[in-house]
């Protein structure tokens, strides 16, 4: 049974730093992007960073310089820097990734959430 779950959230002050990690269990043959999303309440979810199982990067314009996402192919896991944080960085931080579990086919896994919250 393949699983993402997050951790490392929190409250953080403004300009503060966080940093989220994901790691991935089950029977996995391969990982391919992992991605971190965002959502706060009353808004969209959308896509914060993503990086390939090569470590190719992408960010959102408003983390663009601020946050930075890292893999650790070895052990399953994704992590995101967050730092300089502001007040609407705040939301519930999703991971996701791109996963062929053993024995069965490539498909989308999402984390549970993890809260981040910034603010005074």
């Known amino acids: 049974q393949v699983q993402l779950v997050e951790s490392g959230g929190g409250l953080v002050q403004p300009g503060g730093s966080l940093r989220l990690s994901c790691a991935a269990s089950g029977s996995i043959f391969s990982i391919y992007d992992m991605c971190w999303y965002r959502q706060a309440p009353g808004k969209a979810r959308e896509l914060v960073a993503a990086i390939t199982s090569g470590g190719k990067t992408n960010y959102v314009d408003s983390v663009n310089g601020r946050f930075t996402i890292s893999r650790d192919n070895a052990k399953s896991t994704v992590a995101l820097q967050m730092n300089k944080l502001k007040p609407e960085d705040t939301a519930v931080y999703y991971c996701?990734?791109?996963?062929?579990?053993?024995?069965?086919?490539?498909?989308?896994?999402w984390g549970q959430g993890t809260q981040v919250t910034v603010s005074s």
């Open positions: 996701h990734a791109d996963i062929w579990p053993v024995g069965s086919g490539r498909d989308h896994y």
